[in-house]
């Protein structure tokens, strides 16, 4: 028998970059094919992303899931109040008109270009957030390590982009674009807080997804779900539950629940989310189309519940 050599360790390190260039071609493929759906129409984008993520057809003339439903909000209920919840910026004003101004992050600054930004007035740790999407986060832990270059670059090219078109969340189309900085919160552990994300339908809240161990990047995240009383997890991932990590209910919880319920009052669906520091709860965003209306990760029976939860409103 003859034996076949192993191919020379050379040959695998090009087969993986040539396999890593495919997948950087396809990426920017997919992108572009989204943002030509987009301009033609985003129900079009909405119905291709929906086959090609779940294998199935978006109901959107009879919507009964969470996903289905969340879609039809984004494309058919088009509330100038969603779209300035959704501007990281738009939204403090929203919380101080309504009396929660307490519990925003301290603004240290807004800037209309990454150039206006003066970073020898910035504390040592600091975040700087473009304000008309999702992602668009750079967290500076030590100012002496930071490219102040390289930070511009970085936020000039997401000011340049148009999120809308990336998922087809139309929320954020008529967003101004611009840079805010926040201070840095740190809950004494060294990495980033605990999210505690809370799911208002109808200006109530049903139940809450605690988010732990993301890194900067935000991956490497592990999600637990509780009731709105904090008694029990809620069965809702495929993944099932996970008693073995059960988390107390953190400092603040009540002023979270109070907060949330009374800012998502206008809304058929929203997710508060905020972080515990010091004792205190600190309202970090709003969100209306979580995971692009798509999330994989709910069991069918949890879908059918939460799309119960929503009553749709008129179109507008």
Same mark, same amino acid.
Request: charged residues 25%; aromatic residues 12%.
């Given at each position: !028998?003859?034996?076949?050599?192993?191919?020379?360790?050379?040959?695998?390190?090009?087969?993986?970059?040539?396999?890593?260039? /495919?997948?950087?071609?396809?990426? &920017?493929?997919?992108?572009?094919?989204?943002? !030509? /759906?987009?301009?033609?129409?985003?129900?079009?984008?909405?119905?291709?992303?929906?086959?090609?993520?779940?294998?199935?057809?978006?109901? /959107?003339?009879?919507?009964?899931?969470?996903?289905?439903?969340?879609?039809?909000?984004?494309?058919?209920?088009?509330?100038?109040?969603?779209?300035?919840?959704?501007?990281?910026?738009?939204?403090?004003?929203?919380? !101080?008109?309504?009396?929660?101004?307490?519990?925003?992050?301290?603004?240290?600054? +807004?800037?209309?270009?990454?150039? =206006?930004?003066?970073?020898?007035?910035?504390?040592?740790?600091?975040? &700087?957030?473009? @304000?008309?999407?999702?992602?668009?986060?750079?967290?500076?832990?030590?100012?002496?390590?930071?490219?102040?270059?390289?930070?511009?670059? #970085? &936020?000039?090219?997401?000011?340049?982009?148009?999120?809308?078109?990336?998922?087809?969340?139309? #929320?954020?189309?008529?967003?101004?674009?611009?840079?805010?900085?926040?201070?840095?919160?740190?809950?004494?552990?060294?990495?980033?807080?605990?999210?505690?994300?809370?799911?208002?339908?109808?200006?109530?809240?049903?139940?809450?997804?605690?988010?732990?161990?993301?890194?900067? =990047?935000?991956?490497?995240?592990?999600?637990?779900?509780?009731?709105?009383?904090?008694?029990?997890?809620?069965?809702?991932?495929?993944?099932?539950?996970?008693?073995?990590?059960?988390?107390?209910?953190?400092?603040?919880?009540?002023?979270?629940?109070?907060?949330?319920?009374?800012?998502?009052?206008?809304?058929?669906? +929203?997710?508060? =989310?905020?972080?515990?520091?010091?004792?205190?709860?600190?309202?970090?965003? !709003? @969100?209306? @189309?979580?995971?692009?209306?798509?999330? @994989?990760?709910?069991?069918?029976?949890? #879908?059918?519940?939460?799309?119960?939860?929503?009553?749709?409103?008129?179109?507008?």
């Amino acid at each position: !028998m003859v034996k076949v050599a192993d191919p020379p360790v050379s040959w695998l390190r090009e087969g993986m970059k040539w396999r890593e260039r /495919l997948r950087e071609l396809a990426g &920017l493929w997919q992108g572009a094919y989204s943002r !030509m /759906l987009y301009r033609i129409s985003p129900v079009l984008l909405a119905k291709y992303r929906y086959r090609r993520e779940t294998g199935r057809r978006l109901r /959107l003339d009879q919507p009964l899931t969470f996903d289905e439903k969340l879609f039809w909000l984004m494309l058919f209920w088009r509330h100038p109040l969603k779209t300035q919840c959704a501007d990281k910026y738009g939204m403090r004003a929203y919380a !101080m008109e309504l009396g929660y101004g307490d519990l925003l992050v301290d603004l240290l600054g +807004v800037y209309e270009k990454p150039e =206006d930004i003066d970073f020898a007035l910035l504390p040592e740790r600091f975040v &700087l957030k473009a @304000t008309h999407g999702c992602g668009y986060n750079l967290i500076c832990r030590d100012k002496r390590n930071l490219d102040f270059r390289e930070a511009r670059l #970085q &936020l000039e090219q997401w000011l340049k982009e148009d999120f809308a078109s990336v998922f087809g969340e139309v #929320q954020y189309a008529d967003i101004p674009r611009r840079i805010i900085c926040e201070r840095f919160l740190d809950d004494g552990s060294g990495v980033l807080p605990s999210d505690y994300k809370l799911h208002c339908f109808h200006g109530r809240v049903h139940f809450t997804t605690v988010c732990t161990g993301r890194g900067a =990047d935000g991956q490497g995240a592990a999600y637990d779900h509780y009731d709105r009383e904090w008694a029990a997890q809620v069965p809702i991932s495929k993944s099932g539950v996970h008693p073995e990590r059960w988390h107390p209910q953190p400092a603040g919880y009540s002023q979270m629940l109070e907060a949330a319920e009374a800012l998502s009052k206008p809304f058929p669906y +929203v997710r508060m =989310d905020f972080y515990a520091v010091d004792g205190k709860a600190v309202l970090g965003e !709003m @969100t209306f @189309t979580p995971a692009g209306c798509i999330d @994989t990760g709910y069991t069918d029976e949890a #879908q059918h519940a939460m799309g119960a939860l929503i009553h749709l409103p008129e179109r507008l």
